[in-house]
């Protein structure tokens, strides 16, 4: 008899409201024991789990559109999404990864075309500001924080809203913390940041460029770090060479003081006697470019330490020529350039 008598399954819009419910209770905590606590746990990680199984489907079918939709409005319409972003760290792993995914999978849903969650970050800027602010943290919270961040940065309102407050200036800090993890992590959001909405950096690079580049320069391009110096010539690269920053990339480049620091970090990897296969292959494989181009290398202000650095690197590139890096003679193979 006790078969007979299932609960029936609830609809993908009953699962988000149960999903409200039970994080209301778990919220609050003013009459809930120990053992009730971890029974609204529980329930709220298994329909956390259900829930991402409709948006993603389970492995055998699809997702089905519609129930998608469903979902998706139910979360915004009673702020569960605000709930279960502000309860993500008193999840258990599992669940939270389920919710990390959940929230992602949100960023990208339309309802009549219109990307809500978009829509209803740019009324609730204050769970942007938490998120990143979570690099403050420690390890769990950052990492957590910093993946949800960067899907919410997809929507062009919030990146304008990141790039427009302090938020930039304590990347700088965030990039050189000591946990790997975190550092690691806060870069990719800052690359985010700078590459995803070309308008939105254009006008940023074009509003901060003083302040913003002498932190680069000196945060990043000359930090102690090999990693976050190799990291940040590729983001300058990447920020520079794109058509919408050309303004800026005309600017960058006329500067004496940023042509020396980029000779500087040059000097960095020729120099360096111990160098990797893959750097020697890259100079070895560019050598006739690189030395085209340091010939003619030259401004009005080039002083005596310019031009000895510059004689340097030169030397070193042209030694080069005569062994690859498995001590091979290079004087006879052809390089393409």
């Given amino acids: 008899m006790k078969g007979l008598f299932k609960n029936k399954p609830r609809t993908p819009a009953e699962l988000v409201r149960h999903v409200h419910h039970l994080l209301l209770l778990l919220s609050s905590k003013s009459d809930i024991d120990q053992k009730r606590e971890e029974k609204y746990l529980a329930d709220l990680s298994r329909t956390i ?27 915004f319409k009673e702020d569960t999404f605000r709930l279960l972003v502000l309860f993500l760290l008193n999840l258990p792993l599992g669940a939270r990864q389920d919710a990390t995914h959940v ?73 050189q913390l000591p946990n790997f993890e975190i550092a690691s992590d806060a870069l990719s959001t800052f690359k985010e940041l700078l590459t995803r909405h070309k ?15 002498e932190e680069y320069n000196t945060r990043l391009l000359e930090s102690n770090s090999y990693f976050t110096r190799r990291l940040a010539i590729k983001l300058l690269a990447d920020m520079l060479l794109d058509r919408s920053n050309s303004a800026t990339m005309v600017r960058y480049v006329s500067s004496v003081s940023n042509m020396v620091i980029l000779m500087n970090l040059l000097r960095l990897f020729v120099a360096n006697q111990n160098k990797p296969p893959e750097v020697v ?31 340097q690197v030169i030397s070193e590139i042209i030694s080069l020529g005569h062994k690859d890096p498995h001590g091979t003679s290079m004087d006879n193979c052809e390089v393409q350039c």
């Fill in 49 to 75: 789990l259900d829930i991402r199984t409709v948006l993603y489907g389970n492995g055998e079918s699809e997702p089905i559109p519609d129930a998608c939709s469903q979902v998706t409005q139910e979360f």
């Fill in 103 to 175: 929230i992602a999978n949100l960023q990208r849903q339309r309802i009549n075309s219109q990307i809500i969650a978009s829509q209803y970050l740019e009324k609730n800027l204050d769970l942007v500001d938490m998120l990143i602010n979570g690099y403050e943290q420690d390890g769990d919270i950052a990492l957590t924080y910093g993946a949800v961040a960067r899907e919410c940065i997809r929507h062009q309102c919030v990146a304008r809203h990141v790039l427009g407050s302090d938020h930039m200036k304590k990347f700088f800090d965030y990039i």
């Fill in 199 to 213: 308008s939105t950096v254009s006008e940023f690079l074009s509003k901060n460029y003083d302040w913003f580049f």
């Fill in 281 to 311: 292959n890259i100079l070895v494989t560019n050598r006739n470019k690189l030395l085209n181009f340091l010939g003619d290398f030259n401004f009005e202000k080039a002083d005596e330490q310019f031009q000895a650095d510059k004689q």
